[in-house]
């Protein structure tokens, strides 16, 4: 069962555009929302991150925007570029429980950025 | 760079064979995560350490085990493999477990079993 939902599975945005992935979840005890985004041959690296205690983060270009009554995330890399081309994967996780730190991870979005 | 090393980068093996990845975390952190990254399943958590002990366990398969030494650095031992479980494995390391800690990942482990 996929605890945490991404869509689109791969977007195509032209240089200078909006990058909009989102992210669903179930769990209401998930307390921590990160965005990783991995480049082919290199592992996950964390971009930016929220707690549902806030409802936007801005980092940057890199923007989330958090909806705990729907139980929703999304990032939003503005001004996008080529050298954000990358999967971007969504995750969630709780503390506390028997899962401390444990992260569920979306299926990724593959960005294409086209100059 | 993360400060997470795996070795090593990349392995082929044959069916039935064992073999064992190693990660070195971040200098200071206690925490070891060990996740499986395949097409069909994407990232799964497969096993947590802290300090030396099991911590979490995922869907993490009877044939395949873990330790985490006193030195902190972890392995992953996987036996009678299977073609299936040719896949990229991560480690990631935080200080701490729990409380929204970040988790770096290292390079990974690119598998292929034949």
């Known amino acids: 069962q996929q605890q945490v939902k991404q869509s689109p599975q791969s977007l195509i945005v032209q240089k200078g555009g909006i990058s909009i992935i989102n992210c669903a979840y179930e769990?209401?005890?998930?307390?921590?929302f990160p965005w990783y985004q991995q480049f082919p041959g290199k592992g996950p690296a964390l971009l930016i991150a929220i707690r549902p205690d806030v409802s936007e983060k801005k980092e940057g270009r890199f923007t989330i925007s958090f909806n705990k009554s729907a139980k929703q995330f999304s990032l939003h890399i503005m001004d996008s570029q080529p050298g954000d081309s990358a999967t971007y994967f969504c995750a969630a996780s709780r503390d506390g429980g028997s899962t401390l730190g444990r992260l569920y991870f979306g299926r990724g979005t593959q960005l294409t950025v086209w100059p | 760079d993360s400060g997470v090393t795996q070795t090593p980068k990349h392995l082929i093996t044959a069916t039935g064979q064992r073999v064992t990845l190693r990660c070195s975390p971040r200098?200071?952190?206690?925490?070891v995560y060990w996740y499986q990254q395949s097409l069909d399943q994407g990232l799964q958590f497969l096993i947590q350490y802290y300090n030396g002990e099991e911590r979490a366990k995922g869907n993490i398969l009877e044939r395949f085990s873990a330790q985490q030494f006193p030195d902190l650095h972890s392995e992953l031992n996987l036996s009678s493999l299977e073609l299936g479980d040719s896949a990229l494995y991560f480690c990631?390391?935080?200080?701490?477990?729990?409380?929204?800690?970040?988790?770096?990942f290292g390079q990974g482990t690119r598998l292929t079993v034949v």
């Open positions: 200098s200071g952190d206690l925490s």
């Open positions: 769990n209401t005890a998930f307390d921590y």
């Open positions: 990631a390391s935080s200080l701490r477990a729990g409380r929204n800690t970040e988790a770096f």
